[in-house]
């Protein structure tokens, strides 16, 4: 069975660097058959996706245009978990930020393991 | 990017009745939809995936069907524990998109 323990900070300032961390046990962050995707949701953008990072002989990465030039998913294999950084946020950010798993191939792209989800409030 | 669009936002619902949810792509997906449910305070939930498979262990109940752009989620008969938020997802290309959701409430 498939976990994702998520972890970081639930407030961050503006133009600071909001960080979270997804913890997986039951499958591996270098699966060839597995993208690993951060996700999220708020009342005026509903559930948005913001990027993934998966593993295919190397690393590659995908993120929404959205939020391009602010956001690294980075995977850390010696801890099987990866990272969201998104940089330089404002109150627009705010949203409940959640990771989750999807398969590779077209046929399995939908979400089937999420975390718990983080409530992140930007604030001064 | 690919635009998802449920219909209805709110659906007022008793127990046992019949519910039907529309979720419209902007372009054609084939058959990869997805359908989850969502409870205040839960990430999303899995139901139905390839607009007509249900997840293991989701009850038979729930139903989806379509192709292209025009998809359905079907609970046969509405019970308790479904009153919550349901969202449709197109995973047919890239950047994944969802629907704005249908909140089922009691009526």
């Known amino acids: 069975q498939v976990q994702l323990q998520q972890s970081g900070p639930g407030l961050v300032k503006p133009s600071q660097t909001l960080s979270l961390t997804c913890a997986i046990s039951?499958?591996?962050?270098?699966?060839?058959?597995?993208?690993w995707n951060w996700i999220r949701q708020s009342p005026s953008r509903g559930l948005e996706w913001l990027g993934r990072?998966?593993?295919?002989?190397?690393?590659?990465?995908d993120y929404a245009v959205s939020v391009k030039s602010r956001i690294t998913i980075n995977p850390d294999t010696s801890k099987n978990q990866f990272s969201l950084q998104l940089n330089s946020v404002t109150p627009e950010d705010t949203a409940v930020y959640f990771c989750?798993?999807?398969?590779?191939?077209?046929?399995?792209?939908?979400?089937?393991?999420w975390g718990q989800g983080t409530l992140v409030t930007v604030s001064s | 990017d690919i635009q998802m669009t449920q219909s209805p936002s709110t659906l007022s619902a008793s127990v046992g009745d019949r519910v039907t949810i529309t979720c419209r792509a902007s372009q054609s997906i084939s058959s990869w939809l997805a359908w989850y449910q969502q409870k205040p305070g839960k990430a999303p939930k899995l139901l139905i995936y390839?607009?007509?498979s249900l997840e293991s262990g989701v009850p038979s109940r729930f139903s989806g069907s379509g192709s292209g752009t025009e998809f359905t989620l079907t609970i046969s008969s509405l019970q308790p524990d479904d009153f919550a938020s349901y969202y449709c997802?197109?995973?047919?290309?890239?950047?994944?998109?969802f629907g704005g959701g249908t909140k089922v409430e009691i009526k």
């Open positions: 390839e607009a007509s």
């Open positions: 989750a798993r999807v398969g590779t191939t077209v046929t399995t792209r939908y979400f089937d393991y």
């Open positions: 039951g499958d591996s962050v270098s699966s060839n058959s597995a993208a």
């Open positions: 997802q197109q995973y047919n290309e890239y950047p994944l998109t």
């Open positions: 990072t998966y593993y295919r002989s190397k690393w590659y990465n």
